[in-house]
């Protein structure tokens, strides 16, 4: 397959997919900055119910995610993710008006319901259009949505609440999802053999790639028996552990830097940035390398064993010395982030075409409960010590837990490789 079939489908798919999944965490992450701007003043809310209200997120996020993932395994990722546009850009927006706590609880569970099959869902329409040999970059520029959206809602954010408040900074950051959904909608086909812009050539040599691919993998007979196997086991055990430190993280992290500063919201904004910033060159450096040897353990673990060690180091400074802490928490966000291409490659490697879709969201949900405690946990531990140093603790352990089950995941013994077309000049 020529490499000009090759570029036509990162230039036209990811674009797409790195967009649609930026604003999706945009509108899961922006709560830390309202905490950190007022709302809890505002409306009356105490700190552990902070905690909880931004955690509940990751729960309705938990208990959607299966079935949301199958209907797009088995339907239509482009029906899906239009319907989840519209439905969470509200909700985002609905944030901004809010009056009473009751309905803060409300708008926070369902955003996370209408966002719960999104990324399993991208995922499957991923591993519907790229190779083993891509999927780990093809994966990383989903998910850099993620540390990059951070990167430019941290600094917008905190304009938007400095000049406005954070009522008009969920409006303004929940509108444009809406608006993307009619782009979405136009732009996006399910599978190559839908679309227009390859020719039936290009379709042929890119369907045998992948039929060679599933050749190799020892089948599964359905759901049950791809949830029960151990490497999912392990794997959704791994993504609880490396979501507590992920999610404890990015959301309060603009609560961590204000409270331990003299720092305004402008100058807070451009601070919670930067750790991202990390993260997006990490993240594209892991992926590449992951893909060119075609190895995903290797480019997990040890980034996440330095993520522990710098959570540990920020602990052992203490909250006196600012500015210390604050180098180590960049080095943990960017080892955090820095996995997620090789992880999401592992699955569709492991288990084929007809329930790696589905082990893709459990895996993923049981990232969801782990964000859940996470988000709720630190955010308590902050407010009960009036400090961060219990809670980088806490996702210090945890990234440990997850380093051991890394470790602890073996290969699936594989079929015999059937002949196919392969794909050349990737």
Request: net charge positive; charged share 10%.
């Amino acid at each position: 397959m020529k490499s000009t079939l090759a570029i036509r489908r990162w230039w036209t798919i990811m674009p797409i997919v790195f967009i649609t999944y930026s604003l999706a965490y945009l509108d899961r992450a922006n709560y830390g900055f309202a905490s950190a701007a007022g709302i809890n003043r505002d409306l009356g809310i105490s700190q552990g119910l902070s905690s909880l209200i931004g955690a509940l997120f990751f729960l309705g996020y938990f208990f959607f995610q299966i079935p949301g993932a199958i209907y797009a395994e088995r339907r239509s990722v482009k029906k899906l993710v239009f319907v989840s546009l519209v439905l969470w850009g509200g909700c985002a927006a609905l944030t901004g008006i809010v009056s009473n706590i009751a309905s803060l609880i409300v708008i926070r569970f369902v955003l996370g319901v209408v966002e719960a099959a999104v990324m399993p869902a991208m995922l499957i329409l991923i591993s519907n259009w790229f190779t083993k040999s891509e999927r780990s970059r093809a994966n990383t520029f989903l998910i850099l949505g993620n540390p990059v959206t951070v990167l430019w809602m941290s600094v917008v954010s905190g304009y938007l609440v400095h000049s406005f408040g954070w009522r008009h900074m969920f409006i303004a950051e929940g509108v444009p999802a809406i608006i993307w959904a009619v782009c979405w909608w136009f732009l996006v086909r399910d599978k190559p053999a839908e679309v227009t812009w390859l020719s039936q050539s290009e379709k042929d040599a890119l369907a045998a790639a992948l039929r060679a691919e599933q050749a190799t993998i020892k089948p599964v007979r359905n759901y049950g028996e791809a949830f029960r196997s151990p490497a999912v086991v392990k794997l959704g055990a791994q993504y609880f552990c490396w979501s507590i430190g992920v999610y404890g993280f990015v959301l309060w992290l603009p609560s961590i830097l204000k409270n331990s500063s003299t720092l305004g919201m402008v100058e807070t904004g451009w601070l919670s940035a930067l750790p991202y910033l990390a993260a997006t060159i990490a993240m594209l450096a892991a992926s590449w390398a992951s893909d060119k040897l075609e190895r995903r353990k290797i480019f997990v673990w040890p980034f996440l064993l330095l993520g522990a060690v710098a959570f540990a180091a920020s602990y052992a400074v203490g909250s006196t010395h600012f500015w210390v802490s604050y180098a180590l928490l960049v080095i943990a966000g960017a080892s955090m982030y820095a996995p997620y291409g090789p992880f999401f490659a592992i699955v569709p490697e492991l288990l084929p075409k007809n329930v790696a879709g589905g082990a893709m969201a459990l895996i993923n949900s049981m990232g969801a409960l782990g964000s859940f405690v996470g988000s709720y946990v630190v955010g308590y531990l902050n407010g009960a010590t009036g400090s961060p140093s219990a809670s980088y603790a806490f996702m210090s352990i945890a990234l440990i837990a997850a380093v051991i089950l890394t470790l602890a995941v073996k290969p699936q013994p594989l079929q015999a490789p059937a002949l196919a077309t392969g794909m050349q000049g990737k």
